[in-house]
C-alpha cells in the first residue's frame, strides 16, 4: 500500500460491497463499526503503528458494506402493501425516458399514491412501463399515473436475471403498468433546469437522424454517438453481440477517446490557447458524458479521461493504475450497487486489460505485424476480450472467435461514423438539409459497417456457447493473466527467475491452452448415471428438459407467452433457450410438444432456430384442422403458425413424427420412454380436445418412474385409466398447471411421491385450482409449484430422487 495506496483502498471498498451482498447486517451496525475503525485509524496515525494499513484498509472494507447496505436500504417498503392494485401516482420523472418500438419506460420519484379514496404522501422510486406510441414525458415532467402496481418476481430459474435485484440496485421496488397513454397527465415541469435543458439539446440532435435517415439506421447511429439503444431491433442487437462488437453500440472508453482526439484536435486547428485546453475539453466532455445518460462504462471513461487531460495540463506524470482506481472509487461512491451491474463489470475489466496486458501484447506482436496501427488495433481487441472473457462466459454463455477480425474493420467505421454522426446532428439544428445531405454519406457507411460484421457473423465457428463457468474459474482468471503478464514482462524487478525469461514467447499460448482445457472439463454439466429432469419457470406455461444418463437430451414443450407464435418473442427466447445454453447444450435429440396451444409450443421458434434437433414429436392433433367442442363455442384452431413452424422443419429435412398411445421412443438404453397418450382415434366433443390430445410419457429409469401429463382433462385421464395402464409413479407432472380438471382417481392411480405443478404466477386462469391442492393435500406428496419454487430440478440415481429449486420458498 506504499507505491499506489488508492488502488487497494479501493479494492478494499469494493471488496466490501460485494460482502454487502453476501451477508445481511444492520445499517447501524455497520456504521458503529466503521467508527469504531476510523478511531482506531486516528490512533494509530498518532502512535505510529506499524499494522495501521492494515486498519485502514479494513476501515475502507467497512465503509464500502455500509455505503452498499444503506443503499440496500432505499426502496421504500410501504409499496408493498400496494402491489397488486391498480393505484394512481404522482412524481417526477428523474430521468431521460427508455423509448422501445413498443413501450416507454420513466424512471419516477414518487411523492404521493392513491388507492380508491385512500391517499398517501410517500418517497419512492417507481419504474413506469407505458405503451407506445404515444406521448413521450422528458426528464423533469411532473404526472399523475393510473395502472396496475406490480412487484417482480425474483429469479425463479438458476442463473437467470434477477430483474427484482437489478430494480432494488436501482432503488426501485416495484414497476407501474400502465395499459392505456390516457391514463398518465401532465401535472407540470420540474427537475434540475441544466439538466432539463441538456436532454431537450439532446432530443433535439435524436430527431435529426430519425428526419433524414431509415428507422433502423437512425436507431443504429444514435446507438453508435450516443448510447441510445431502446429502438435498436433484436436482431441487429443479437449481430453486434456474437460478433463481439457490441460496446459500440453502448457510449464506453472507444467513444469518449475519439471525441477527447476529436476535442484536441479542433483546438489545434482553432488555435486555442493551451492553458484554456483542458477546460475546454473538460466542459465538452462532461456535456457528452451528460447527452449519453452517464452510465456506468462512459462515467469511467469520462473520469479516466478527465484525469488524464489534467495531469497533462498540469504537468503531472500519469499513473493508470492509481487513475482506474480512482475512477472505480468516485463511481462506487456515488452508486456503490453499480458494482453488481454488467456495464460496470465490463467497463473496468476491459480497460484494465488494455492498460495492463496491452503493452506486452503489443511487444510480442512487434516482431509479427510491423503495422502501428494494425497492431494497435488487434492488441487492443485482444487484450479487452482476454480481460472480459470469463464474464462475458459467466452472462452471456457465449465466446465470439471472429471478435478480433470484427474489430479489426468496425473500429474505423466507428470513428468515421460517429464523426458524422456527430457533425450532422449539430448542423441538423440549424440546417437540415445539410444534415441530410451529410447522412447519406453516413447512410453508406452504415451500410458496409453492418455488411461487414455480418459476413464476420456468418463465417464458420464464428461463435461459440459455453454453459456458465463456475464462479472459482471466473474469479481465478484474472490472477492466471496477472502472473503471465509477470512471467513475460522484462521487468527486472519482477517477481519471478530469470530462469522464465527464455520461454517467454510460449508462456502466452500455454496459459491461453491451460484456461481453454480447465473450459472443456470444468464447464461441462456433467449428468452421468443420472437422470435430470428440469421443470422450468416459463410462467403460465411448460417447458421440461430431461438429460439422460447415456448423455441425451429431450426438451418437452417450450413455454410461450401470449403472441408469441406470431411475434416469435417471449419465453423461448429469454428463458428457454438460455436456459439450455447456461447447462452447455447444444443440440436437442428430440422435441416434444405435448399439442399445440401457445403456452406449451409458443417457444418452438425460438428453440428451433437456436439448436439443431435431430426428432421432433407432435400430437396427431398438430396435423389436422378445426377442433369441434361440445359447449358451443367456437371451435378451437390450430394455429396457423404452429402448423407453419412444423412445416419448416419438415422442410429443412428435420424428421417430424405424430405419436399416440403404444408407441415408444428409444432415447437411451438406460432410459424407458413410453408414450401413453393421446388414446387412437383421439377424443371429440370434450370440453377441450386439444388439451385431451395432449401427448402423456411415461419415463422409468430403474425404480423411478416419472409421468409427464401435457394438458389432459377428465375424459383424457379416464380413457388412460381405462386402457389398465400401471400408471403408478414417482413423480408426477401435474395436469394442465393444476386446473379443476383433475380426476381424483386419477391422483390415487398415480400415487406419486413428488408432484410438480408448471404454472405462472397472478395468472388469469386460477391455476392451480383450490379444489386440486386440497386433493394433494390429503395424500403424502411433496408438492412443487414453479410459481414458488422457480424451476423444480429432479435428480434421480434409479433408486433415489433429489429435488432442487430455482428459489427458496418464503414462510407462509
Known amino acids: 500500500m506504499v507505491s499506489r495506496p488508492l488502488v487497494y483502498l479501493t479494492l478494499a471498498f469494493a471488496a466490501g460491497i460485494f460482502l454487502a451482498g453476501c451477508w445481511e447486517l444492520p445499517p447501524s451496525t455497520a456504521l458503529l463499526l466503521c467508527c469504531a475503525l476510523f478511531f482506531a485509524a486516528v490512533l494509530g496515525y498518532f502512535f505510529h503503528w506499524s499494522f495501521n494499513r492494515w486498519v485502514i484498509l479494513s476501515l475502507f472494507l467497512a465503509l464500502g458494506f455500509a455505503w452498499a447496505t444503506l443503499a440496500a436500504c432505499r426502496v421504500n417498503p410501504a409499496l408493498d402493501e400496494y402491489a397488486g392494485h391498480w393505484v394512481t401516482l404522482e412524481g417526477t420523472v428523474s430521468q431521460e425516458a427508455d423509448v422501445r418500438s413498443d413501450r416507454v419506460y420513466y424512471w419516477l420519484n414518487v411523492h404521493r399514491i392513491?388507492?380508491?379514496?385512500?391517499?398517501?404522501?410517500?418517497?419512492?422510486?417507481?419504474?413506469?412501463?407505458?405503451?407506445?406510441?404515444?406521448?413521450?414525458?422528458?426528464?423533469?415532467?411532473?404526472?399523475?399515473?393510473?395502472?396496475?402496481?406490480?412487484?417482480?418476481?425474483?429469479?425463479?430459474?438458476?442463473?437467470?436475471?434477477?430483474?427484482?435485484?437489478?430494480?432494488?440496485?436501482?432503488?426501485?421496488?416495484?414497476?407501474?403498468?400502465?395499459?392505456?397513454?390516457?391514463?398518465?397527465?401532465?401535472?407540470?415541469v420540474g427537475g434540475h433546469q441544466v439538466v432539463r435543458a441538456v436532454l431537450r439539446v439532446k432530443e433535439k440532435l435524436l430527431a435529426?437522424?430519425?428526419?433524414?435517415?431509415?428507422?433502423?439506421?437512425?436507431?443504429?447511429?444514435?446507438?453508435?454517438?450516443?448510447?441510445?439503444?431502446?429502438?435498436?431491433?433484436?436482431?441487429?442487437?443479437?449481430?453486434?453481440?456474437?460478433?463481439?462488437?457490441?460496446?459500440?453500440?453502448?457510449?464506453?472508453?472507444?467513444?469518449?477517446?475519439?471525441?477527447?482526439?476529436?476535442?484536441?484536435?479542433?483546438?489545434?486547428?482553432?488555435?486555442?490557447?493551451?492553458?484554456?485546453?483542458?477546460?475546454?475539453?473538460?466542459?465538452?466532455?462532461?456535456?457528452?458524458?451528460?447527452?449519453?445518460?452517464?452510465?456506468?462504462?462512459?462515467?469511467?471513461?469520462?473520469?479516466?479521461?478527465?484525469?488524464?487531460?489534467?495531469?497533462?495540463?498540469?504537468?503531472?506524470?500519469?499513473?493508470?493504475?492509481?487513475?482506474?482506481?480512482?475512477?472505480?472509487?468516485?463511481?462506487?461512491?456515488?452508486?456503490?450497487?453499480?458494482?453488481?451491474?454488467?456495464?460496470?463489470?465490463?467497463?473496468?475489466?476491459?480497460?484494465?486489460?488494455?492498460?495492463?496486458?496491452?503493452?506486452?501484447?503489443?511487444?510480442?506482436?512487434?516482431?509479427?505485424?510491423?503495422h502501428t496501427w494494425l497492431r494497435a488495433t488487434l492488441w487492443v481487441s485482444l487484450a479487452a476480450q482476454l480481460a472480459t472473457l470469463p464474464l462475458i462466459a459467466w452472462y452471456y454463455n457465449l465466446i465470439s472467435l471472429v471478435s478480433l477480425l470484427t474489430n479489426l474493420v468496425a473500429v474505423p467505421l466507428t470513428g468515421l461514423i460517429l464523426a458524422l454522426g456527430t457533425v450532422s446532428a449539430l448542423l441538423g439544428l440549424?440546417?437540415?438539409?445539410?444534415?441530410?445531405?451529410?447522412?447519406?454519406?453516413?447512410?453508406?457507411?452504415?451500410?458496409?459497417?453492418?455488411?461487414?460484421?455480418?459476413?464476420?457473423?456468418?463465417?464458420?465457428?464464428?461463435?461459440?456457447?459455453?454453459?456458465?463457468?463456475?464462479?472459482?474459474?471466473?474469479?481465478?482468471?484474472?490472477?492466471?493473466?496477472?502472473?503471465?503478464?509477470?512471467?513475460?514482462?522484462?521487468?527486472?524487478?519482477?517477481?519471478?527467475?530469470?530462469?522464465?525469461?527464455?520461454h517467454h514467447r510460449l508462456l502466452p499460448v500455454a496459459f491461453l491452452?491451460?484456461?481453454?482445457?480447465?473450459?472443456?472439463?470444468?464447464?461441462?454439466?456433467?449428468?452421468?448415471?443420472?437422470?435430470?429432469?428440469?421443470?422450468?419457470?416459463?410462467?403460465?406455461?411448460d417447458s421440461i428438459l430431461v438429460q439422460t444418463p447415456g448423455g441425451k437430451t429431450m426438451l418437452v414443450d417450450t413455454g410461450g407467452w401470449p403472441g408469441e407464435l406470431d411475434s416469435g418473442e417471449g419465453a423461448g427466447e429469454k428463458v428457454v433457450v438460455p436456459y439450455l445454453r447456461r447447462l452447455g447444450i447444444r443440440r436437442l435429440d428430440v422435441l416434444v410438444i405435448t399439442h399445440p396451444h401457445e403456452d406449451h409450443a409458443g417457444g418452438m421458434g425460438a428453440v428451433i432456430e437456436a439448436f439443431p434437433v435431430d426428432l421432433v414429436l407432435v400430437?396427431?392433433?398438430?396435423?389436422?384442422?378445426?377442433?369441434?367442442?361440445?359447449?358451443?363455442?367456437?371451435?378451437e384452431q390450430v394455429p396457423s403458425t404452429y402448423s407453419a413452424l412444423i412445416a419448416g422443419l419438415v422442410a429443412r429435412g428435420?424428421?417430424?413424427?405424430?405419436?399416440?398411445?403404444?408407441?415408444?421412443?428409444?432415447?437411451?438404453?438406460?432410459?424407458?420412454?413410453?408414450?401413453?397418450?393421446?388414446?387412437?382415434?383421439?377424443?371429440?366433443?370434450?370440453?377441450?380436445?386439444?388439451?385431451?390430445?395432449?401427448?402423456?410419457?411415461?419415463?422409468?429409469?430403474?425404480?423411478?418412474?416419472?409421468?409427464?401429463?401435457?394438458?389432459?382433462?377428465?375424459?383424457?385421464?379416464q380413457a388412460i385409466m381405462d386402457a389398465g395402464i400401471n400408471l403408478g409413479c414417482t413423480v408426477l407432472k401435474i395436469p394442465h398447471h393444476g386446473s379443476r380438471y383433475l380426476l381424483p382417481s386419477f391422483l390415487e392411480k398415480t400415487h406419486p411421491a413428488v408432484a410438480v405443478i408448471s404454472v405462472g404466477r397472478h395468472n388469469n386462469f386460477g391455476h392451480p385450482a383450490r379444489e386440486t391442492l386440497e386433493y394433494l393435500a390429503r395424500m403424502p406428496v411433496r408438492v412443487y409449484r414453479t410459481d414458488v419454487d422457480g424451476a423444480v430440478i429432479l435428480r434421480t440415481d434409479g433408486k433415489h430422487i433429489f429435488v432442487k429449486t430455482g428459489r427458496q420458498r418464503q414462510a407462509a
Open 619 to 635: 400430437s396427431p392433433v398438430g396435423r389436422t384442422g378445426n377442433i369441434s367442442v361440445s359447449t358451443g363455442k367456437s371451435p
Open 513 to 541: 491452452g491451460g484456461g481453454l482445457l480447465i473450459s472443456i472439463f470444468l464447464f461441462k454439466s456433467s449428468v452421468e448415471n443420472q437422470l435430470v429432469v428440469h421443470f422450468i419457470d416459463v410462467g403460465q406455461g
Open 114 to 188: 392513491s388507492l380508491g379514496r385512500e391517499a398517501r404522501e410517500l418517497q419512492a422510486l417507481v419504474l413506469v412501463r407505458a405503451p407506445a406510441p404515444g406521448p413521450v414525458y422528458s426528464y423533469g415532467d411532473r404526472l399523475r399515473l393510473h395502472g396496475l402496481l406490480t412487484r417482480p418476481p425474483d429469479a425463479g430459474n438458476p442463473g437467470e436475471f434477477n430483474y427484482r435485484a437489478y430494480l432494488a440496485r436501482r432503488g426501485a421496488g416495484a414497476v407501474l403498468m400502465v395499459r392505456d397513454p390516457a391514463s398518465i397527465n401532465k401535472l407540470g
Open 430 to 502: 440549424v440546417a437540415p438539409a445539410l444534415a441530410g445531405l451529410i447522412n447519406t454519406s453516413t447512410s453508406l457507411l452504415l451500410d458496409v459497417f453492418i455488411s461487414l460484421v455480418s459476413f464476420c457473423r456468418a463465417l464458420p465457428g464464428s461463435v461459440i456457447y459455453v454453459p456458465t463457468p463456475p464462479f472459482f474459474l471466473v474469479m481465478a482468471w484474472y490472477p492466471l493473466l496477472f502472473v503471465g503478464v509477470l512471467l513475460v514482462s522484462k521487468d527486472r524487478r519482477a517477481l519471478w527467475p530469470q530462469f522464465f525469461s527464455r
Open 208 to 370: 435529426v437522424s430519425r428526419a433524414t435517415l431509415p428507422p433502423e439506421k437512425a436507431a443504429l447511429l444514435n446507438g453508435i454517438v450516443f448510447g441510445n439503444q431502446g429502438m435498436i431491433d433484436r436482431k441487429t442487437w443479437q449481430l453486434f453481440s456474437e460478433s463481439g462488437v457490441v460496446h459500440i453500440l453502448s457510449v464506453s472508453g472507444l467513444h469518449v477517446g475519439l471525441v477527447l482526439a476529436g476535442v484536441l484536435a479542433l483546438v489545434r486547428l482553432l488555435r486555442v490557447p493551451l492553458s484554456l485546453t483542458a477546460p475546454t475539453g473538460t466542459a465538452i466532455l462532461l456535456l457528452y458524458a451528460t447527452l449519453c445518460g452517464l452510465g456506468p462504462a462512459v462515467t469511467r471513461s469520462t473520469l479516466m479521461a478527465l484525469m488524464f487531460l489534467w495531469a497533462h495540463h498540469l504537468g503531472r506524470a500519469s499513473d493508470w493504475p492509481t487513475t482506474l482506481a480512482a475512477a472505480a472509487l468516485v463511481s462506487l461512491m456515488a452508486k456503490p450497487l453499480s458494482l453488481y451491474d454488467i456495464g460496470f463489470q465490463l467497463s473496468f475489466a476491459a480497460t484494465w486489460g488494455i492498460l495492463y496486458l496491452g503493452p506486452v501484447l503489443d511487444r510480442l506482436l512487434k516482431n509479427i505485424i510491423r
Open 654 to 717: 428435420v424428421p417430424v413424427k405424430v405419436t399416440g398411445a403404444g408407441d415408444r421412443l428409444h432415447l437411451d438404453p438406460a432410459l424407458d420412454v413410453r408414450v401413453l397418450g393421446p388414446p387412437r382415434p383421439l377424443l371429440s366433443g370434450t370440453r377441450s380436445d386439444l388439451n385431451n390430445a395432449s401427448l402423456v410419457l411415461r419415463l422409468c429409469y430403474g425404480e423411478e418412474v416419472l409421468l409427464l401429463t401435457g394438458d389432459i382433462e377428465v375424459e383424457a385421464q
